[in-house]
């Protein structure tokens, strides 16, 4: 049955965010300043995504993170640095703002993510856009697509002290559209915080499986339908 509203994560669900670190990262490494320092490159990428995984693996963490972006970024760096045997904290943090700067060029909305969004309005649905993450960040790309007028409301986890897969949001989200949990989807990529948290309070929960790998075998959440790219929910 077609909703009456639809929530919609923001990250690798309509701007590609994830899936970009690996070009960022390469960004980064090609620039000469860092091509002139004595480490090797290949050999510290890889221990900073080993780092980072472990780092963010960490659900407190995670937490922190998402609030203080700039500061958890040099924390990862600096741990990776030190793992070569490097105590350098002025490089720790040109290398993680120049990823950072790197990767917000290298972010884009999916193709056919705002045509669907738009087609959906139309038809009458409702739409949230819900976010973790810091106000500072999150407007900074919603502002930057033009989000903001496809949305009834956007509720960003580092405005309301709240976030994903907290069902305090979501109840909140539901309170916003004056809709009950059974007339909405939401759509999103991360199994625990979008699809666990939606599923919690009694939302229809999509989740979008952008990596193209499809359910791990040890997930304790199970989707109620999975699509690859927002396209398919037309």
Not at 74 to 91: A, K, N, Q
Not at 148 to 165: A, H, Q, R, S, V
Request: overall charge negative; aromatic content about 8%.
């Amino acid at each position: 049955m077609k909703p009456k509203a639809i929530l919609f994560d923001l990250d690798d669900t309509i701007v590609a965010d994830d899936a970009v670190n690996e070009k960022a990262w390469q960004g980064v490494f090609e620039k000469p300043v860092f091509q002139e320092c004595e480490f090797d490159i290949p050999k510290l990428r890889s221990i900073i995504k080993q780092t980072g995984e472990w780092y963010y693996g960490d659900s407190e963490r995670l937490r922190r993170a998402r609030q203080d972006l700039r500061t958890a970024r040099r924390e990862v760096v600096s741990i990776s640095l030190s793992s070569l045997g490097i105590d350098d904290p002025e490089l720790a943090c040109k290398l993680a703002d120049s990823y950072g700067a790197e990767k917000e060029k290298a972010i884009f909305v999916y193709p056919g993510a705002i045509e669907t969004i738009n087609h959906l309005k139309n038809d009458g649905i409702r739409l949230a856009l819900v976010t973790n993450g810091s106000s500072e960040f999150q407007r900074r790309k919603i502002e930057r697509f033009g989000l903001t007028p496809y949305f009834d409301c956007i509720l960003i986890e580092g405005e309301l002290g709240i976030g994903k897969p907290d069902e305090r949001l979501f109840r909140h989200a539901l309170d916003q559209l004056e809709v009950a949990p059974s007339e909405v989807w939401m759509v999103g990529d991360r199994l625990e915080h979008d699809i666990g948290g939606a599923q919690s309070v009694g939302i229809y929960a999509i989740w979008v499986d952008w990596r193209g790998g499809g359910l791990p075998k040890s997930s304790d959440v199970q989707p109620d339908r999975i699509i690859r790219t927002l396209l398919e929910l037309l």
